[in-house]
């Protein structure tokens, strides 16, 4: 019975070190898909007004100003 006890607890133990690697894990990509959301938006923002720029930019370097 002691035995039985014994491995049931190491088995438990085991799944729960597993549990913790699992989580950790998530955690770890959640966190990078969310950075990589954040890197995303700001270049599309940037690409926008990148290109609002250019385009008010080349009528005046057409008309020579």
Do not use: N, W
């Amino acid at each position: 019975e002691i035995a039985q006890c014994l491995v049931g607890s190491e088995m438990c133990i085991r799944d729960s070190s597993t549990l913790i690697i699992d989580f950790v894990c998530y955690l770890f990509f959640y966190i990078m898909g969310a950075i990589l959301r954040i890197i995303f938006h700001i270049a599309s923002v940037f690409a926008k007004r990148l290109t609002i720029l250019l385009f008010k930019v080349r009528p005046a370097l057409a008309l020579g100003h």
